[in-house]
Every structure is written in structure tokens, then in C-alpha cells.
């Protein structure tokens, strides 16, 4: 089955630095990697998505990039802010069964 | 539009009893995942339900089990509960079965369990 590693474990960056967040996986055939937000209490949240078939995509201050032929992906936040502190999840999915995640990011914005 | 609803939210159980979690999906999510967090795990696939129907299991013991109903509200049960089962666990919605490629899940908070 796929495995996903995701590193750091912990990332703690001055408010207004950029933060890079990445991840490897296993399975040639995923084609789909999403990452999650997850803030205290509440559940994982979707803030990005790249299939396969895209290189890097951006959403404001967020940005994906997919490098299949060494099969890893990597979350940047540009311009920090104290409401992006949170644990970011990396995922992969290309089986069926669905989605496998990565074990997370700390993320700590430092005023 | 309501958001995916995880009763109860806190628990506390002891060693061998049995636990029932239950999942509400939003409306028009006929798929309920169940995922199971720990600190050292992270996020675990348990199982997958569409249709009233399991559709996806991972690699987690027979003590582990769920159902879905008509209104693909869904439980999970854990039976003779270990210490290693406390958990936030957490249900994820998505229209569609789950399938190789597009899985955008709507998670709930979550229903946290302790056992001591």
C-alpha cells in the first residue's frame, strides 16, 4: 500500500517568513495530493489539492508542488500569519482505499 | 448548511468495556470514512462506508467494526476497549465511494476517546 513521509515534524518560522512543508510517497500510481489544516478542536480541513497531471498550483499565499518522477510534494505558505498556526497533513491517493496521510506538521508562527 | 456532525465528543471508558461513535455526514456525502488520530500515528484509515455497504477496511483489528444507515449517518463500535484505543476519532464525508484519484473529505471535530 502507499506510505507517505512528511517532514518536519515541527516547523516554527518568524510571523511573515515563508514555510515550506514536505512529503514523499511510495505508490507510482497516487495521482491525487491534498493538504489538510487541522486547528485545535476541530477537524481536518482542505486547503489545497494538486493531481497529477499539474506541476504546481497557488491559491493566494498557498502553493503545491508536484515532483512525480521523484515522487514528492511540498506545501509553501508565503507572508506567515498567527491564523496559520495549525498542523498541516500531507495525503496521497491513488487506491482504493482511499486516502493516506502523512503524520503532520506543527506549524508555529512566532510574532 | 450544517457541517458534519460526531456525538458524543469526549468520552472516557475503561479497559474492556465497548464504545459506539456516531456520524452524521452532511447532506448529499453518501460516504462515511472513519479515521482514527494519535499523536504518534497520525491519521489511520479504519473503514469506509457507501451505501449502507463496507466498502474499505485498513489494518485494524475485528474489535473495530461500523454500519451505516439509509440516511448514511454511520457508527463505529469498538469492543473491549485497550488502553492503545484512545483516540480522537474522526469521520469524513464525501458525495461520491471513495476512489483512486479525487477524495475531498469533509471531516468533523471528532468524538475524542480515553480509556483508562
Known amino acids: 500500500g502507499e506510505n507517505v513521509e512528511q517532514h518536519p515534524s515541527t516547523l516554527s518560522v518568524q510571523e511573515g517568513d515563508s514555510a515550506v512543508i514536505k512529503c514523499t510517497y511510495s505508490?507510482?500510481?497516487?495521482?491525487?495530493f491534498p493538504w489538510y489544516k487541522q486547528e485545535l478542536g476541530k477537524g481536518p480541513q482542505l486547503i489545497i489539492d494538486?493531481?497529477?497531471?499539474?506541476g504546481e498550483k497557488k491559491d493566494q499565499r498557498i502553493a503545491v508542488t508536484l515532483n512525480k518522477t521523484a515522487k514528492h510534494f511540498s506545501l509553501h505558505i508565503t507572508e506567515t500569519q498567527p491564523e496559520d498556526s495549525a498542523v498541516y497533513f500531507c495525503?496521497?491517493?491513488?487506491?482504493?482505499?482511499?486516502?493516506?496521510f502523512g503524520k503532520g506538521t506543527h506549524l508555529i508562527i512566532q510574532p | 448548511k450544517a457541517g458534519v456532525t460526531q456525538t458524543p465528543r469526549y468520552l472516557i471508558k475503561t479497559r474492556g468495556q465497548q464504545v459506539t461513535l456516531s456520524c452524521s455526514p452532511i447532506?448529499?456525502?453518501?460516504?462515511v470514512s472513519w479515521y482514527q488520530q494519535t499523536p504518534g500515528q497520525g491519521l489511520q484509515f479504519l473503514f469506509e462506508?457507501?451505501?449502507?455497504?463496507?466498502?474499505n477496511k485498513g489494518n485494524f483489528p475485528g474489535r473495530f467494526s461500523g454500519r451505516q444507515f439509509s440516511n448514511s449517518r454511520s457508527e463505529m463500535n469498538v469492543s473491549t476497549l485497550e488502553l492503545g484505543d484512545s483516540a480522537l476519532y474522526l469521520c469524513?464525508?464525501?458525495?461520491?465511494?471513495?476512489?483512486?484519484?479525487?477524495?475531498?473529505?469533509?471531516f468533523g471535530a471528532g468524538s475524542r476517546l480515553t480509556v483508562l
Open positions: 462506508y457507501f451505501s449502507e455497504t463496507q466498502r
Open positions: 505508490d507510482s500510481a497516487s495521482n491525487y
Open positions: 447532506s448529499g456525502h453518501r460516504s
Open positions: 469524513a464525508g464525501t458525495r461520491g465511494p471513495l476512489r483512486p484519484g479525487a477524495n475531498v473529505l469533509t
Open positions: 495525503a496521497a491517493s491513488g487506491g482504493a482505499d482511499g486516502l493516506t
Open positions: 494538486i493531481r497529477s497531471n499539474v
